[in-house]
């Protein structure tokens, strides 16, 4: 069969399984009086379209900044201001100031599942072809497989949220990798001001292109093309911006709501350091929120440190995709006010490696979708939990047969273990561990879920379940940052390293 | 589908698993009254003693499958219980509980075991003469996709609500067996599937005829025909016994109570019009759409009085007796006669020229087609009684190949009506573009070699399903004419699958009849 065939059959069953998602519950649905994320989405159109530009990010009569207000970029409110003007179309009612609070029917509900699925179809399901079919070194088979398994991730299918910076994201990296520099910072930009989450990949970004510069020499050609990117950065946000620009207390306003630093260090239950640490000491008590800060940014900063240092000296494609998942996950795991849904900006480039570490994305991608699972408890998402996890789990076993590959060659960790072996010579059981440690992890996964999906959790304790959750992924996640830095530290396929080695 | 990639048999396990997934994730789509239908047996099933189960009538869906189907669904009830308790009461009508739709949803996907068993029984009949390919282009994998991921069952079953895989499951289980030469197997098998479901009736003279040719004569002579010495009384015994101990066991008890003639008339209630409240695209939809265009041309140009032509609108809604305004209006009887005789030149091609399990196989889609073509009160899914079967020849030769390509899509294309929600038209357009575009690329693939499988007419007839299902879902929504004439997309839908329909038949018909004449030239 031909690629195109097989490539527009991987394309339909992504939207097949997006869109059957859709039919169930969504988040927050008849719950007054906040509802949820799908209310938000709703209420941004209704305030986008009805107030001028200058209140959107304001408190005013109109605008009650304590009920979903905007706390998105820029582009994400033009972006809600364009759907509004659809939904005017069909019924003014859907966006109607005020009275259109709480909105809920059954051609709503298709009306905001089709702007999701519209949104995917035009820039993230494209990205990802276009980034299977670029893959290098793989056959035919190969990179359809890996379009079939990053478009069936569930993650993003049950959390669908119109995945534009995620789709920018990749953009960036797909230009990046055919050697369009400019594009590449242009559609990052624009992932930036889609979701200021998107910063958890800048420093990758920043170091890949800085380290690229670097390599063409200060002086000569390096210099014009930083200069060029520089330009680039800046006119994109300056475009993005542009309505903002009237004054300083605008854009100081809009700063204000994007990064909320009196939320305190986490909310709910999140799979990071903090809410981990939360069950054995109350940090939020210990200390004061300014201290809070400050440690965060700390661990944060160092933990990401080594892989943007090496980045930055040996600029390679493979090293900037695995420092943008260290660098995330770093992010998520340390920063401050971290949500739940910020791991799927890890999944994404973990996303990207599963052709060349089938078992470990696997893994990490199912935990990843296993770390949302008290969310999509509380959407009524179990059945489609299930159903896709599954689907998933399946997809990526015939298609990398995921448990055959685990020599030490697959696992990318020759080199690392051969530095081990220099300390402990009798040390060789790494695809072993790792075997056991995934099936061990995949079972307790299991129990977790069907344990919070069936018992009633005891009174003393009534959020056992979800904090079990967020611990157990938090271990997970911990172990990965650990493996994926050991594998960008001792990533042996450029020169200086082997030398080393050998 | 792409998936199944390098280790051996599992990926047959893994399309298998990656449908029934699908299957779980259609759960919360759109039911139709069908899902009401089975409920209510379900609880007469439950709640009744046998003798009144053909006579209980709360419900306007009584009974009207055979004995071994109320048995299956109470043993279903069973099951049910343990799920919600209240729908199981005979006064519950259209109960549909989150926990009702579950389970029915679940019974569906779960009794479809069968059917991927079937598949891959079939799988294994056919003849993977193509070594060294690669699995994606293998015959086996082809149809094993055609049959499990089949666009008609998935929406029949998982999305409208019927029990239709597990039944498939049992006839192609049961064509497997024949292919096998387990012939007392197979007949067995056929037998118990007209006792769930008795519109398989249609089908039965190509099983009838085929035993009695293929397996009670044991010899033929040297050039190919009849030897009446080789007739074996042991296997027309055999057979005729498991015929009626099956029989005995579905129908003994109703016939002890006296109640055979009400079972029959609940099966066969002839008393609904000649076509269902949506024309099946066969050849009576043709018939009235000539009729009423005529009729139309008349009242026109005056040749008609407009006084005397009956109101009744087939296509309004509900099943009604209808009068044809300008043709001859067509009785039961009729349709029995036209279907009887558009069978019989292939079971006489069957008899005559026996060519083993394929010629069985091709008489088999030709009965079920004719009867499709030419039967009373039709449904528009009885067109996968030919479909499944053709798919296990369409892997085999391009000739039959370029058949099905026309087959399914025209007649997939027909089930379209029977979802209308706004939510499952975007999901049928999707898993209908799966499947079509999987089955040509897939079979162009496979029969590379042998040149394109479609002709020029037949490639425009099929690309302009696509302006006709945007005219009709899309644009005919906001014309005026909405009101006025509601039935328009049904009609066009309907009349122009139609002449698909029966262009696919007569091609088959065509090929199956000249290719005996060439095989007998060959053995003269």
Request: net charge positive.
């Amino acid at each position: 069969m031909e690629k195109w065939s097989l490539m527009t059959i991987t394309v339909l069953l992504g939207l097949i399984v997006r869109w059957m998602v859709s039919f169930g519950s969504y988040s927050g649905a008849g719950k007054p009086p906040m509802y949820g994320d799908y209310e938000a989405q709703r209420h941004w159109q209704e305030v986008t379209y009805n107030l001028p530009i200058k209140q959107w990010y304001f408190n005013t009569s109109d605008n009650n900044l304590q009920y979903w207000g905007l706390d998105y970029p820029p582009l994400t409110a033009y972006h809600s201001l364009l759907c509004a003007y659809v939904a005017k179309l069909i019924n003014p009612d859907w966006i109607a100031l005020h009275t259109s609070r709480g909105y809920e029917s059954q051609p709503h509900k298709l009306f905001m599942r089709a702007t999701v699925l519209i949104a995917d179809l035009l820039v993230y399901i494209p990205a990802v072809i276009l980034y299977c079919c670029y893959l290098k070194e793989t056959s035919t088979k190969k990179k359809i497989a890996s379009a079939l398994c990053i478009l069936l991730y569930p993650g993003l299918i049950l959390i669908d949220y119109g995945h534009f910076h995620l789709g920018f994201a990749l953009w960036g990296v797909l230009s990046l990798s055919y050697d369009w520099d400019l594009l590449g910072s242009l559609a990052f930009c624009l992932a930036i001001n889609y979701k200021q989450m998107e910063l958890y990949h800048s420093l990758p970004f920043f170091c890949y292109l800085l380290g690229k510069c670097f390599q063409k020499g200060l002086t000569g050609k390096g210099l014009v093309l930083l200069i060029k990117i520089a330009f680039t950065v800046v006119a994109s946000f300056a475009i993005c911006w542009l309505p903002f620009c009237t004054e300083v207390e605008q854009i100081l306003q809009v700063l204000r709501r994007l990064f909320p630093i009196d939320r305190g260090l986490f909310e709910d239950k999140v799979a990071n350091i903090w809410c981990s640490l939360n069950v054995l000491i109350k940090i939020k008590n210990v200390m004061s929120p300014q201290t809070q800060l400050k440690l965060s940014f700390a661990f944060t900063f160092l933990t990401l440190l080594p892989a943007c240092i090496k980045l930055t000296l040996q600029p390679s494609l493979r090293g900037f995709k695995f420092a943008m998942i260290s660098c995330a996950l770093s992010f998520f795991l340390f920063s401050f006010q971290v949500h739940e849904k910020s791991i799927l900006l890890v999944s994404i480039p973990v996303c990207l490696m599963l052709n060349e570490i089938p078992l470990m994305s696997t893994w990490f991608l199912l935990v990843s979708t296993f770390s949302l699972l008290p969310l999509l408890l509380k959407d009524g998402l179990l059945l489609a939990y299930v159903v896709t996890t599954l689907a998933f789990l399946t997809v990526c076993e015939t298609s990398f047969s995921i448990f055959e590959k685990t020599s030490e060659e697959d696992l990318q960790l020759k080199s690392f273990s051969l530095s081990i072996r220099g300390y402990i010579p009798s040390f060789k059981a790494f695809p072993k561990i790792i075997k056991s440690l995934f099936i061990v992890s995949v079972t307790l996964m299991g129990i977790l879920t069907l344990m919070s999906a069936t018992l009633t959790p005891p009174q003393k304790l009534p959020d056992l379940f979800p904090v079990s959750v967020s611990v157990v992924s938090c271990l997970h996640f911990l172990f990965f940052l650990m493996y994926f830095n050991a594998v960008v530290l001792w990533d042996s396929r450029n020169g200086r390293n082997q030398k080393k080695i050998h | 589908m792409a998936a199944a990639g390098g280790s051996g048999g599992c990926w047959f396990l893994a399309l298998a698993l990656g449908v029934s997934l699908l299957k779980c994730l259609l759960i919360p789509t759109y039911h139709s009254t069908d899902f009401e239908v089975h409920r209510n047996w379900l609880a007469i099933t439950h709640n009744l003693p046998v003798s009144e189960w053909y006579y209980e009538a709360t419900s306007e869906w009584t009974l009207d499958y055979p004995p071994f189907f109320a048995w299956f669904e109470y043993a279903l009830s069973h099951v049910a219980k343990y799920f919600d308790q209240e729908m199981l009461v005979i006064q519950n009508l259209n109960y549909s509980s989150h926990a009702t739709v579950f389970f029915q949803r679940l019974s569906v996907i779960f009794t479809d075991i069968l059917f991927v068993y079937a598949a891959r029984e079939c799988c294994r009949c056919v003849n993977g003469k193509r070594p060294g390919k690669e699995l994606l282009e293998k015959p086996m994998f082809v149809l094993a996709v055609l049959l499990l991921w089949n666009f008609g069952l998935l929406i029949v079953d998982h999305i409208h609500f019927q029990y239709n895989g597990f039944l498939f499951g049992l006839m192609l289980l049961s064509v497997a067996r024949l292919f096998q030469k387990r012939h007392l197997e197979g007949a067995l098998l056929f037998a118990v599937l007209l006792h769930f479901k008795h519109i398989y009736i249609y089908v039965a003279p190509a099983y009838c005829v085929y035993l009695l040719r293929s397996y009670c004569f044991t010899a033929n002579k040297a050039d190919g025909s009849l030897k009446w010495s080789s007739f074996s009384f042991l296997r027309i015994t055999l057979l005729g016994l498991i015929v009626c101990l099956v029989s005995a066991l579905s129908l003994g008890p109703f016939a002890v109570l006296g109640q055979l003639p009400q079972v029959i008339s609940r099966l066969f209630p002839f008393k609904r019009g000649l076509c269902h409240a949506y024309w099946a695209p066969n050849f009576w939809a043709l018939y009235n759409a000539v009729d009423k265009t005529l009729a139309v041309v008349g009242i026109k140009y005056k040749f008609l009085d407009p006084e005397k032509i009956p109101k009744a609108s087939m296509t309004g809604g509900l099943v009604q007796e209808f009068q044809h305004t300008v043709l001859p209006s067509v009785t039961p009887l009729a349709t029995l006669i036209c279907t009887f005789i558009s069978i019989l030149p292939s079971v006489f091609c069957l008899w005559f020229k026996p060519q083993g399990p394929r010629g069985f196989l091709q008489c088999l889609i030709l009965c079920a087609l004719s009867s499709f073509m030419f039967g009373w009160h039709v449904h528009e899914k009885a067109i996968l009684l030919a479909i499944l079967p053709l798919s296990l020849l369409s892997v085999e030769s391009p000739k039959h190949a370029g058949i099905y390509l026309i087959l399914t899509t025209t007649g997939h294309f027909s089930l379209f009506p029977l979802l209308f929600t706004p939510p499952e038209i975007t999901t049928k357009i999707l898993l209908m573009l799966l499947f079509t575009v999987y089955s040509f690329s897939s079979l162009r693939a496979l029969f590379r070699k042998e040149g394109p499988l479609l002709n020029w007419l037949e490639t425009i007839y099929l690309i302009e399903l696509v302006p006709l299902e945007i005219f009709c879902e899309i644009v005919f929504p906001l014309t005026p004419w909405k009101l006025k004439f509601p039935f328009i997309p049904l009609l066009l839908t309907s009349v122009y699958c139609a002449l698909g329909i029966t262009y696919a038949w007569l091609k088959l018909y065509v090929s199956v009849l000249t290719e005996s004449v060439t095989v007998r030239q060959k053995a003269e």
